[in-house]
């Protein structure tokens, strides 16, 4: 099964998404995910010029050859665009797989662990009145999970909060990054309550999450934690940046408060000293960002060591694509926690067709051979690249804090 051609498609159906379709001899085709938010055209570039010449002519059925091709055998590796771009080459050769033997690809994972995916939704609002509202809504559809995020009063402006009539929003807008402020005083004092009266007026019969953002420092996260605590959070998310993987034992030492890091980790050796001492009870890497299927599943094991769960990153920029490659993992994987999800923007259906659907909290992969997505190459030339940026964070002072 000799790769012939290898081509990327950067389409803007509601948003940005660049998919890599991989196509051998025998016409077998296979997508990958390659979508890297707010900076799609580095690995645009970074597959036509560096990597799809390198797999013409290479075996598709040797996917762990070409992933160690991929990344060994480049100098300068790791980092999210190298990762992406490795990540979509490996979905779309085990999609490519799926198909040749006429099977989804989580037979060839071992089979179903589960019967079908518990997700979460994102529950939002202006005021608190209106994200409980939100989230009630989404109790009432069947969710038996539901983020929950809230405009700071003190602030023009507030992360994760939707707008419209959709399950997802897309928060990279312009040509140039919008600068938003931040205080993080206001929102310690803020939020608490926000979770007191979600569990007063909803109660405790669904699994509350929050995200963070990585905007605490970790004695700050740890104050939050420990204030959070009555209200049993399935977790908080991101509650520092986590490069500095050390700094979650000082969270540990000050809240019980789950905690769940990782949707912008690129390998296994970022989460290595979080998951090997316990820091996080989830791992949140996504395939498309961390190597594909393969190398998220060696992260999943090696989490499944230490009791940590997954809790994968599928926000509105991840690709359905992606969103079936992380679909295939969690139905797979032993130690799965819960999936995000928040579908996609109109008209991605238009450009992607998807074989998994939602049914009572969970999405249900069919029997479709492959990863399950097919993709109308003439639709996506309909929806050219548009230039986006995600915010970017400045304290009150001027200073840049994290976004």
């Given at each position: 099964m000799k790769i012939v051609g290898a081509d990327v498609i950067v389409t803007c159906p509601g948003r940005n998404y660049v998919t890599l379709k991989i196509t051998t001899e025998d016409g077998v085709v296979g997508y990958g995910d390659a979508t890297l938010n707010g900076r799609e055209l580095s690995v645009d570039a970074y597959l036509r010029e560096h990597v799809c010449p390198l797999l013409i002519g290479r075996d598709a059925r040797r996917i762990n050859d070409i992933w160690q091709y991929l990344y060994r055998g480049a100098y300068w590796r790791g980092g999210p665009v190298t990762m992406t771009a490795i990540g979509a080459v490996d979905v779309a050769l085990w999609d490519i797989k799926g198909k040749a033997l006429g099977v989804p690809v989580y037979e060839l994972l071992g089979g179903q662990a589960r019967d079908g995916v518990t997700i979460y939704g994102h529950a939002s609002g202006a005021d608190i009145d209106e994200a409980l509202a939100d989230a009630a809504s989404f109790l009432e559809r069947g969710y038996r999970a539901v983020r929950l995020q809230a405009k700071i009063p003190a602030l023009d402006a507030t992360y994760g909060i939707r707008t419209g009539p959709g399950l997802t929003y897309e928060p990279a807008t312009g040509d140039r990054p919008v600068e938003e402020v931040w205080d993080t005083g206001a929102y310690l004092d803020f939020?608490?309550?926000?979770?007191?009266?979600?569990?007063?007026?909803?109660?405790y019969g669904f699994h509350l999450l929050h995200d963070c953002?990585?905007?605490?420092?970790?004695?700050?996260?740890?104050?939050?934690?420990?204030?959070?605590?009555?209200?049993?959070?399935?977790?908080?998310?991101?509650a520092t940046p986590a490069e500095d993987q050390a700094a979650f034992r000082l969270i540990r030492q000050h809240t019980v408060t789950p905690l769940a890091v990782g949707e912008i980790f690129s390998t296994i050796w970022d989460c290595q000293v979080l998951i090997g001492e316990r820091l996080v009870d989830y791992i949140r890497t996504s395939v498309p960002h961390a190597g594909g299927i393969s190398h998220v599943r060696r992260i999943f094991d090696h989490a499944d060591l230490y009791?940590?769960?997954?809790?994968?990153?599928?926000a509105g920029d991840i690709s359905p694509i992606g969103i079936a490659a992380a679909l295939h993992l969690d139905l797979s994987v032993p130690n799965f926690g819960i999936q995000e999800y928040m579908g996609h923007l109109d008209p991605a259906g238009e450009v992607f067709t998807t074989s998994y659907r939602y049914e009572d909290g969970l999405l249900l992969l069919g029997d479709e051979p492959g990863i399950g997505v097919q993709v109308d190459e003439a639709a996506a030339a309909r929806y050219p690249y548009i230039p986006r940026y995600l915010p970017v964070n400045r304290l009150r002072d001027?200073?840049?804090?994290?976004w």
């Open positions: 939020l608490p309550s926000l979770m007191a009266a979600a569990r007063e007026q909803l109660g953002h990585h905007r605490l420092t970790p004695i700050e996260a740890g104050r939050l934690g420990e204030s959070l605590e009555p209200y049993r959070m399935f977790w908080i998310e991101d009791g940590v769960r997954t809790g994968s990153h599928g001027g200073s840049m804090h994290d």
